[in-house]
C-alpha cells in the first residue's frame, strides 16, 4: 500500500468535504480549537497536506506567514486560486511530506497535519518528520480520522460481518481513509516526544443523526451543539475526526 494522494479526485474531494455542513463543522472546530491554544503575535505555519487551502487562508488572513505543502497538483492550484481570490499571500510548495525536510531550512512556530496520517502507508512514520519542522516552543495541529468512531458507526449498521474481519479500509477510489486511527496507539507513539493539549472531537453526533434529522437542522445550531460537545468526556471520543493540539517535549 502507498500512499494516497489526490490528482484525479480534487474536485470531488471538495464538494465532498467542504460542501456541506461537515466541512463547516470541520473548520469551525479546528479553527475554535487554535484560537485558544495560539498567542495574537504572528507565526510562522507549516500547513502539511493542505489540500484546498481552508485552513490555511484562514490563519493568513489573521495575519501569519503561511507556506502550505500539498503533492497533488490539482488541490494546490485550487488553493492557489482560493487565496488568490481572497487578496491574502502564502508560499506553495507542491511536494509530499517526505520530501519537505530536504526543502525546508528552518522549523515553524505552527504545523498543520490535518486528514493526512490516515492516508498514508505507514501513518506514523510521519511523526519524527512532524517533530523536527516544529519549532521548540512551537505546537502541532494534528487532525486524524478516528477508527474508534468507524468502529461505532458500523456497530450502528449491524455490519458486524465488516466488524470481525477488522476491515476498515475505504474502496480504492472511494473517499473513506484507507487506514483510520487508533487514538491509544497514536498516543502512544507520540508519548515521550509531544504534550498533547487538549483533544477535542470533529463532529461527535452530526454524522450519527438520522437523514432527516440532519435536514431539518440549522447549520448554526449544528455549529453552536458541536463547538459545544467537542469535548464532553463521552461525547468527545466519537468525533469521526480527531483533533489533538500537541507542544513538543
Known amino acids: 500500500m502507498s500512499d494516497r494522494h489526490f ?11 467542504y460542501g456541506g455542513a461537515k466541512g463547516a463543522i470541520r473548520l469551525a472546530v479546528l479553527q475554535a480549537d487554535l484560537k485558544e491554544a495560539l498567542p495574537e503575535r504572528p507565526l510562522r505555519v507549516l ?7 481552508h485552513m490555511s487562508l484562514w ?10 505543502a500539498e503533492p497533488a497538483e490539482p488541490m494546490l492550484e485550487g488553493a492557489r486560486q ?3 481570490e481572497a487578496g491574502a499571500s502564502a508560499t506553495f510548495i507542491q511536494a509530499p511530506w517526505q520530501e ?8 515553524y512556530d505552527l504545523v498543520l497535519c490535518h486528514a493526512v496520517l490516515e492516508w498514508l502507508a505507514e501513518p506514523h512514520a510521519i511523526l519524527p518528520v512532524l517533530h523536527q519542522l516544529t519549532a ?6 494534528l487532525a486524524f480520522y478516528n477508527k474508534d468512531a468507524l468502529v461505532y458507526r458500523n456497530l450502528l449498521k449491524g ?5 470481525r474481519k477488522a476491515s476498515f479500509a475505504g474502496e480504492k477510489q ?3 481513509p484507507q487506514r483510520p486511527l487508533d487514538p491509544r496507539e497514536l498516543a502512544a507513539q507520540l508519548d515521550g516526544h509531544w504534550q498533547v493539549e487538549t483533544q477535542s472531537g470533529v463532529r461527535v453526533f452530526h454524522d450519527y443523526m438520522p437523514v432527516e434529522f440532519q435536514a431539518k437542522a440549522e447549520l448554526s445550531d449544528l455549529l453552536e451543539m458541536e463547538l459545544a460537545h467537542r469535548r464532553h468526556p463521552a461525547f468527545a471520543g466519537l468525533g469521526r475526526y480527531l483533533h489533538w493540539v500537541c507542544r513538543p517535549i
Open 59 to 68: 490563519l493568513a488572513q489573521r495575519g501569519h506567514t503561511v507556506t502550505l
Open 100 to 107: 519537505l525536510l530536504g526543502q525546508l531550512n528552518q522549523p
Open 7 to 17: 490528482d484525479e479526485l480534487a474536485t470531488r474531494f471538495a464538494e465532498k468535504i
Open 174 to 176: 472511494s473517499l473513506t
Open 136 to 141: 521548540p516552543g512551537g505546537w502541532l495541529s
Open 159 to 163: 455490519h458486524f460481518r465488516k466488524l
Open 47 to 53: 500547513d502539511i497536506g493542505a489540500g484546498l487551502g
Open 82 to 84: 482560493r487565496f488568490a
